[in-house]
């Protein structure tokens, strides 16, 4: 079905040169294209763009978005960065992988269960802005964004496929991770049962690929000091992910991991999440109202101090006689008698709202205003 959708590429390794931007600028009329960036947007097109074919030539990461929730996202990483027991658990319905020479790619398909997207192109720079931050820690090693694949596929129905149990920290996500989470809209209560559950079962530690770039060459060999450096010579640029696709050695194997993590497992922790979600909601709306209180009381305060000021305004606004002038005489009277009951002054506030209306009885808009604004028991009777 045709329908709004976009498609955004990035290039993170290099630049596009001049000629790969005229070869993209000349797929579509509507394209826009620089050194770093390739973006189409379409409303009712039947055009389906080769998403895979750009991503295998030009960029490191893709996406495309409908806006009826559809979303595909792409990554380019070298072969190796990713655990392949990782992306072999991983549901397939959800992530796929290929790979050509020493490059693998990513793609991951998920959607909102065909909610319809108001904010479409607001969602799509979202998510957008998050993928180069996202790419960035799977290639470090930090994996989560597989993990919250996972957790999806568990509460759409997949319970035969089985993760290494890694302690990460489901608890503080990332930025760029909790744009994710709720733009999928990941169960917030399963990735709650999952940081329960880490917390009761042993775990392998979580251990990342890259923390900062001298502690990772002071772990490399003198071949591959060597190898990364005459590399730099030759080609003058050495990007990270190609460093790491050069002298990553990672051939984990499913045998290698005593820990796994099972939707059965899972399961087990759901209910208690649920109750300290429910639990922190509580906690959460008791925290707001305090907080409303506490503003509210400054302001009547702060009105309280300045009431001879308010009275003016009202004064001043009435004698406008104008629809705009009740109305915001209306609204300095309304908040005046609020300040003076929250100061236990309501006798005096009667006093001079009598002496108020008394000069303006006449003004029958003046006071079907004031009426709907819960003042028509201070007004004088005929």
Known sequence: MSEYRSYRFERLEGYLTQQQQQELSKISSRAEVNRNFFTINYSYSDFELPIKSLMWDYFDIGFYFTVWGDAEIYFKVPVGVLPNILLATTPQTVLQSSEQGDMQLLSLSLNNQGQYKENFFDNANDIFKSLASLYSELINGDYRLLYFCWLQSVANGEKSLKLPLINFDFEQLTSAQKVFFDFFSIPRVSCRALALLLKQHPSHRCENLLTDAASWVERLSIEDKNMLLNRLFKEQFLSLASALSLTSKNKVKSSDYEFWLTAEML????????????????????????????????????????????????????????????????????????????KHEQQEFTERFRTFISRHKKRSALLKRLSGIALLELLPIE
């Open 267 to 342: 399961g087990i922790y759901l209910e208690q999440a649920e109750r300290l979600i429910a639990q922190e909601k509580l906690e959460e709306q008791a925290l707001r109202l305090e907080l409303e209180r506490i503003d509210r009381e400054n302001k009547l305060n702060q009105i309280y101090a300045k009431r001879e000021a308010s009275w003016r305004q009202a004064e001043m606004q009435v004698l406008r006689s104008s629809a705009s002038g009740y109305e915001k005489a209306a609204f300095y009277l309304h908040e005046l008698s609020d300040a003076y009951q929250f």
